[in-house]
């Protein structure tokens, strides 16, 4: 099965580009994703990537993928003190059984 | 909001208790995951459900079951409960079992701790 593996803290302050990095170890994932999950509530997904893909940018965010480390990672620009939250990676087959399987989640510090 | 909705909240037992947590997907998703999260192991899959039929089985214990109902609501069973069992349940709905983007949508999950 799938193992995502994380670093569990980032710290960085209010304005910074903010680094989460991933690495999975199925290369069978047709998609990977970033979910966030803010104090008190559940994880709700932020992007996701298609495996085919290298990069994606949506607004502040930018996901790379390299395949070949079987590496992920997401930047968040200009981060801001709402965005301190608990970033999860997680990657899964699409079709058949579909069972996401998270990291264990970087908890992301924005201080002024 | 994500459309799923998680009851109760939050839960406070006894070690030897069993306990019912309760999940309602998005209208529509016939898939239901649910999740463990705790300090120490991170967010585990227990279990899916796929329109009222196991379809995969995670880490989940003995001790724990779970089950789908006709009009999709799901139930986690927790019995013989230690204090190792403290943690937040998360239930998970998606519209099928595989076949698009995947994307999970949460509850706020089920918060259980065991004195």
């Known amino acids: 099965g799938e193992d995502v593996e994380q670093s569990l803290f980032l710290s960085v302050r209010e304005g910074d580009s903010s680094v989460i990095n991933c690495t999975y170890t199925?290369?069978?994932?047709?998609?990977l994703y970033w979910y966030k999950q803010e104090p008190g509530a559940g994880l709700q997904l932020l992007t996701y990537i298609f495996s085919n893909m290298d990069m994606k940018q949506d607004q502040r965010l930018t996901v790379l993928l390299n395949k070949k480390d079987k590496h992920l990672s997401l930047r968040i620009a200009d981060t801001q003190t709402g965005d301190s939250a608990i970033y999860f990676c997680?990657?899964?087959?699409?079709?058949?059984?579909?069972?996401?399987?998270f990291g264990r989640g970087t908890s992301l510090i924005v201080h002024p | 909001d994500s459309g799923v909705t998680q009851t109760p909240k939050h839960l406070i037992t006894a070690t030897g208790q069993r306990v019912t947590l309760r999940c309602s997907p998005r209208s529509g998703d016939l898939s239901v995951y649910w999740y463990q999260q705790s300090l120490d192991q991170g967010l585990q899959f227990l279990i899916q459900?796929?329109?009222?039929?196991?379809?995969a089985k995670g880490n989940i214990l003995e001790r724990f079951s779970a089950q789908q109902f006709p009009d999709l609501h799901s139930e986690l069973n927790l019995s013989s409960l230690e204090l190792g069992d403290s943690a937040l349940y998360f239930c998970?709905?998606?519209?099928?079992?595989?076949?698009?983007?995947?994307?999970?949508?949460f509850g706020e999950g089920s918060r259980l701790t065991v004195l």
């Open positions: 459900y796929y329109n009222g039929e196991e379809r």
């Open positions: 199925d290369s069978s994932s047709t998609y």
């Open positions: 998970a709905s998606n519209p099928l079992a595989g076949g698009n983007t995947g994307e999970l949508f």
């Open positions: 997680a990657g899964g087959a699409s079709g058949g059984s579909y069972i996401p399987t």
